[in-house]
């Protein structure tokens, strides 16, 4: 038996990206090292002149010297319109490319420090994405992971960290899941019952609040620092601001993991002509208050997800055990403080919040078999690996998802019309619902788009099963044959509306 | 969108998933992303913007027009009308009216 699972777990973040894999012989996750031997890579991706790819650290380092090639946050795209209804493109040197072949760059990267490490090709993955996506969203991930050549299996960000602290408790236990990234800010109410069901009752969240908005911050001091001493204001100046940038997270990073040094110099040589080297000092102290506004914020939304799961399931605060710190920002000592002062109740972070929830997805990768090819064309099937025998006797193989839906979700009539299956934040299985309404005749859809939580791995999410559509419509089934791509085609509209 | 359930009536994000990527434009990614090179200039990885997307209701009437040459005759008629139908409730604007027109139409096509 090879050392590792053949099924990796990949978190494909924002702006840092990490793979896992589960390793039978230490019988725990690993998190596996890139190029550098660093764990975290990021989810940058730089194109040169001639349209050569590198990824990760190689690439963010281009953005000193040719930022023009340099595509950084790429998931903010996935599956994004703009207001006109066209789909959002990634920009580089005046030409366009799909956001999912950008992401596709990541993964295949970390697909192959994942195949150099065991030693064997990758072709499955667990990936996870943020428990607000919608399914355009989720959807273009899976394209780009295809187009990577993995097949994708999608579980939600705070799922995949709570399954990572384990499942083993016989009692129902809820968890606050604190996701502070580098780009966005998410926080989850997950509820573990004990019959080892995973389920995120309440979301909250800011996707343009993250560790990016920290270094602005911190960059801003720099610029602030540098117009008192040196009487000039060199904000504008686009290469020292990028300098600025990388030294300000390199700043934040060492104040919040070196728990000794309270005080971190903040140097630029040669920022701008004639000055030889900028050296400021920073203290945690000032760090912090810097800050403060920005906490604030992500403290409000944990309390917006709070109310959620006590709306929609009657979770309260009562109810939560701890509270689970997940993405580098929420290293920040006061982070911890204050979520503990303001909630008091106990903080985990035994695990690496960088790394969590690569952990979760890689412990959730071992219940699946390995493929024996990645499967591209849309009629293919999943075939497992010669000689592979379902994995078994984890204590998660019985694990049973269920998430909140992230937007409501409904029958879209033409005309303007508006049918909602199933409200946001209400945990379901969208397509049972769909399954248990019969709409009156008069008001049947043209074109109906089930999205169905599938229980069989090889069940495409967005399903135009005929079976599905004329138990929801009350129409014989008669009414919806033919080929899945003219029912895809002509099917139609469920709509997800914030 | 009109809510069917309350009658309450307000603009929402719409999302059909047009912009999914089909499987021979992920077929062509792929490969693209084997070789390791996007391309330069125009290469085969870039794509110029999309068109914004067609109107669905003239989209679903000239689908039923292209059909209609290759129809069985009372089928033929019954397509006529529903066009007819559609193109009425279009220009009175009036959504519950389109709804059905559409429903009637779309059902016909199918």
């Not at chain 1, 990206?17 to 764990?39: C, G, L, T």
């Not at chain 1, 005929?466 to 919806?480: E, H, I, N």
């Not at chain 2, 929402?12 to 693209?32: F, N, Y």
């Not at chain 2, 084997?34 to 125009?42: K, L, R, Y």
Request: proline share 4%; net charge neutral; charged share 25%.
């Amino acid at each position: 038996m090879a050392t590792y699972h053949k099924v990796i777990g990949i978190d494909l973040g924002t702006t840092y990206s990490v793979v896992a894999a589960y390793n039978f012989e230490k019988q725990d996750v690993m998190v596996i090292p890139n190029r550098q031997n660093e764990h975290t890579t990021p989810s940058v991706v730089y194109i040169n002149p001639s349209g050569e790819i590198s990824v990760g650290r190689s690439a963010k380092e281009k953005q000193q010297r040719d930022p023009e090639g340099v595509l950084i946050e790429v998931k903010r795209l996935m599956g994004e319109q703009d207001e006109a209804g066209v789909k959002k493109m990634v920009v580089v040197r005046n030409k366009q490319y799909h956001p999912e072949l950008i992401s596709a760059c990541i993964l295949k990267e970390l697909k192959a420090c994942a195949e150099r490490m065991i030693g064997e090709p990758v072709h499955d993955a667990v990936i996870t994405v943020p428990a607000y996506f919608k399914e355009s969203q989720k959807n273009a991930t899976r394209e780009a992971a295809k187009i990577a050549k993995l097949n994708p299996r999608l579980i939600n960000e705070p799922t995949a960290a709570a399954v990572a602290y384990g499942l083993d408790s016989d009692e129902v236990q809820s968890f606050i899941v604190y996701d502070f990234g580098g780009g966005t800010f998410d926080v989850s109410i997950v509820r573990i019952e004990n019959e080892n069901t995973v389920e995120v009752v309440g979301i909250g969240g800011d996707a343009n609040l993250g560790g990016g908005d920290i270094d602005e911050m911190l960059t801003q001091w720099f610029f602030g620092k540098m117009q008192a001493q040196y009487g000039s204001d060199f904000s504008n100046d686009k290469r020292l601001r990028g300098k600025a940038r990388l030294e300000a997270e390199k700043v934040k990073i060492n104040l919040c993991n070196d728990s000794e040094t309270k005080v971190q110099e903040f140097v630029i040589a040669n920022p701008v002509e004639g000055i030889e080297e900028a050296c400021f000092s920073i203290s945690l102290e000032e760090f912090e208050r810097i800050i403060q506004d920005t906490l604030e914020k992500t403290l409000v939304q944990v309390q917006v997800a709070l109310d959620s799961a006590q709306k929609n399931h009657e979770v309260t605060l009562e109810d939560v055990e701890a509270i689970i710190l997940v993405g580098g920002s929420s290293k920040i000592p006061a982070v911890a403080k204050q979520l503990q002062a303001r909630f008091n109740k106990p903080i985990k972070s035994n695990l690496n919040p960088d790394e969590i929830v690569a952990i979760g997805a890689a412990r959730m990768a071992k219940n699946y078999e390995p493929s024996q090819a990645a499967v591209i064309k849309d009629d293919e099937e999943l075939k497992p690996a010669e000689g592979v025998a379902a994995i078994g006797g984890g204590e998660l193989d019985s694990t049973n998802i269920k998430d909140v839906v992230s937007h409501t979700l409904g029958i879209g009539l033409y005309g303007d019309l508006y049918d909602p299956l199933s409200l946001r934040t209400k945990s379901s299985r969208v397509g049972s619902v769909a399954m248990g309404i019969r709409l009156p005749r008069t008001t049947r859809p043209a074109f109906i788009l089930l999205f169905i939580r599938a229980k069989t791995r090889r069940h495409p999410l967005i399903s135009t099963s005929a079976k599905w559509l004329s138990a929801a419509c009350g129409l014989s089934q008669r009414a919806f044959t033919g080929s899945k791509s003219r029912l895809r085609s002509m099917a139609m509209a469920c709509f997800t509306g914030r | 969108m009109k809510h069917l359930q309350t009658g309450e009536v307000k603009a929402i994000q719409l999302d059909r998933g047009l912009d999914a990527i089909v499987e021979k434009k992920r077929m062509e990614l792929a490969e693209i992303l084997a070789t390791g090179n996007v391309g330069a200039t125009g290469g085969p990885g870039a794509a110029t913007a999309p068109a914004p997307p067609q109107d669905n209701v003239s989209a679903l009437l000239n689908r039923a027009r292209q059909l209609l040459p290759n129809m069985p005759q009372p089928q033929r008629t019954e397509v006529e009308n529903a066009i007819r139908q559609l193109e009425t409730a279009r220009s009175n604007n009036n959504p519950n009216e389109m709804g059905a027109a559409l429903v009637n139409l779309t059902m016909l096509l199918m």
